[in-house]
Nanobody, 113 residues
Framework: VQLVESGGGLVQPGGSLRLSCAAS????????MSWYRQAQGKERELVATMSRVGGSTYYADSVKSRFTISRDNAKNTVYLQMNSLKPEGTAVYYCYRHAGEYWGQGTQVTVSS
């Protein structure tokens, strides 16, 4: 099992980024997958989840209506579209598979002018 995040970077407040989580060693669509983030000096927090059954989604209140989690089954990849980014969104973002508690290595997102 391997999860590889990409797509992070530096973006101005109000900007957008799309993070990708390429899964290998398993079929992502049959597992519940999440995105977490961890800002410096803070605990890791759940950002968004897509369930394995029906693909229902959950979002933290702080990102609701601005972030979207999605999945491309053909590419075995989970995405996090982040719009209207705020400076408090600066963090390392991690992809997570709930079954077995697998984490990716993380990708840094910095929101700053």
């Amino acid at each position: 099992v391997q999860l590889v995040e990409s797509g992070g970077g530096l973006v101005q407040p109000g900007g957008s980024l799309r993070l990708s989580c390429a899964a290998s060693g398993f079929t992502a669509r049959i597992y519940t997958m999440s995105w977490y983030r961890q800002a410096q000096g803070k605990e890791r927090e759940l950002v968004a989840t897509m369930s394995r059954v029906g693909g229902s989604t959950y979002y933290a209140d702080s990102v609701k209506s601005r972030f979207t989690i999605s999945r491309d089954n053909a590419k075995n990849t989970v995405y996090l579209q982040m719009n209207s980014l705020k400076p408090e969104g600066t963090a390392v973002y991690y992809c997570y598979r709930h079954a077995g508690e697998y984490w990716g290595q993380g990708t840094q997102v910095t929101v700053s002018s």
